[in-house]
């Protein structure tokens, strides 16, 4: 790995040299030392490489290989499972890719980035409307590091090192969480589900003296709304701080975190405007209560008066650890989602407090419907017998798998599998519906499936 073997490099062989001096190790190797043998490429190893090709072959080659992606345009999508398949406004789209848009990255002269920072204050200002609480913050990566810095935050603020988390949380937030909290030596407790929402007995059981918070998705991963009542009694009551992990678009209908009792509200923020896109980029939300916000993770954006006495924006309530001493900051996220949270702040503006209610209303009624076509025939059963929002879970004695490869045939994306990540919920299929969906395409998927 010296210069002699990479010539393209600019360091010479005394460079090398003096860095691995510095760093206190003999060899570039020694620096792999925890990467296991067979993992790293020997000197006379060569990557298994194809040979060199013109522009237009490599362009050819690039293109057959994207023509075997499979998109939302060909099949009616009923997969959602925390990425949904809903409208987005075709003005995003058009005034996201403007330049001073598109190129925008990270203000780190805030002062001379106002339309930056304009637009990260007004996606702040609707998160907060949306959720009820009073401060958001900007540059939350997705909602499984939204949930992680939450738990950071929580035990920063309690001083307690344990957190409860319900297994009706998403399954990936919760593996995105244990990876985090894993390195920090926070325990992550997660507490039992009862016939698809959490088992409060054993909530209850779980609260000790080093539970910092307790984290609860609403509406859960299996669409369920859950009861937050006495949720937030038995976390308030232990001197925890309660976190409401939600999907934004429920937020049209249903009561917000801070009517709920929460004091962090979290979430993915991909329906709000941002397509599927294979997985990403996406973005999280994070709000809190006014009383948490300096240990707010972050990037926080206020608005301010200049000299001129003109409207300003700045940075605002940012930890200089945040910036110089990273080591001793309570956080370390700091690459600007800026572009989706445009298009963020975009969609909601484009549709207001009426166009997110509708969208809302016409989700539950989509989906009560396809559940009640879905069940008439007696082949398949709801799962779970609780209100829903946008998602339910259905089962039968066909294997998941087989149902949505013959869905997949008629041009169906199926729905998410559970025993992928659920064993003992068997051949439970989570079905998504969302305000795209039509009276058509439902009939066909209930149709489809009454067949197999």
């Known amino acids: 790995m010296s210069s002699v073997h990479h010539k393209y490099l600019p360091t010479t062989t005394e460079d090398e040299k003096q860095m691995l001096a510095a760093i206190g190790v003999d060899t570039i190797e020694d620096l792999y030392q925890d990467v296991p043998k067979e993992f790293l490429l020997g000197p006379d190893d060569k990557l298994d490489l194809v040979g060199p090709h013109s522009e237009l072959e490599v362009a050819r080659w690039v293109g057959s290989l994207g023509k075997k992606n499979v998109t939302t345009d060909e099949k009616v999508c009923f997969l959602g499972a925390g990425a949904y398949d809903h409208y987005v406004p075709a003005l995003i789209k058009h005034l996201a890719g403007r330049g001073e848009f598109f190129t925008a990255y990270t203000p780190y002269q805030p002062e001379i980035s106002q339309g930056t920072l304009q637009c990260i204050f007004e996606f702040q200002s609707m998160i907060c409307e949306l959720t009820g609480m009073d401060v958001t913050n900007a540059s939350m990566y997705d909602g499984g590091t939204a949930a992680a810095e939450a738990a950071f935050m ?34 992550m407790v997660e507490v039992d589900m009862a016939d698809g929402v959490t088992d409060i007995d054993k909530l209850k059981a779980a609260l000790g003296d080093d539970t910092a918070g307790v984290f609860i998705q609403n509406p859960n991963f299996f669409g369920i709304i859950e009861d937050m009542t006495e949720v937030e009694k038995l976390t308030h009551a232990n001197g925890s701080l309660l976190v409401n992990y939600i999907d934004p678009i ?25 397509p599927l896109k294979y997985g990403g980029p996406y973005i999280g939300f994070f709000a809190s209560t006014k009383k948490l916000m300096r240990k707010m993770p972050g990037r926080i954006v206020g608005q301010s008066i200049d000299l001129d006495g003109k409207r300003a924006f700045v940075l605002t309530l940012q930890a200089r650890e945040q910036h110089i001493r990273r080591f001793k900051a309570t956080s370390n996220i700091c690459s600007n989602q800026g572009l989706v949270s445009l298009t963020t702040g975009m969609y909601l503006s484009t549709m207001g407090k009426e166009g997110i209610k509708e969208v809302a209303k016409q989700c539950v009624r989509k989906a009560h419907y396809a559940a009640q076509q879905i069940t008439k025939s007696g082949k398949f059963k709801l799962l779970f017998d609780k209100p829903f929002f946008k998602e339910f879970a259905v089962t039968s004695d066909i294997d998941s798998a087989k149902v949505n490869a013959e869905l997949f045939k008629n041009d ?9 990540k659920y064993k003992e919920l ?3 299929l989570l079905i998504a519906v969302t305000e795209k969906r039509t009276k058509e395409e439902i009939d066909k998927l209930a149709s489809v499936m009454e067949v197999i």
Do not use: C, W
């Open 250 to 274: 429920s937020m049209g209908i249903l009561k917000s975190p801070r009517e709920l009792g929460a004091d962090i509200a979290i979430g993915e923020g991909q329906p709000l405007g941002t």
């Open 412 to 420: 169906i994306l199926g729905g998410f599998e559970l025993n992928r």
């Open 426 to 428: 068997g051949n439970g």
């Open 154 to 187: 929580v035990t920063d603020d309690t001083r307690r090192n344990s957190v409860i988390v319900s297994k009706t949380v998403h399954p990936a937030v919760r593996e995105v969480m244990a990876t985090y909290l894993g390195i920090r030596d926070i325990e």
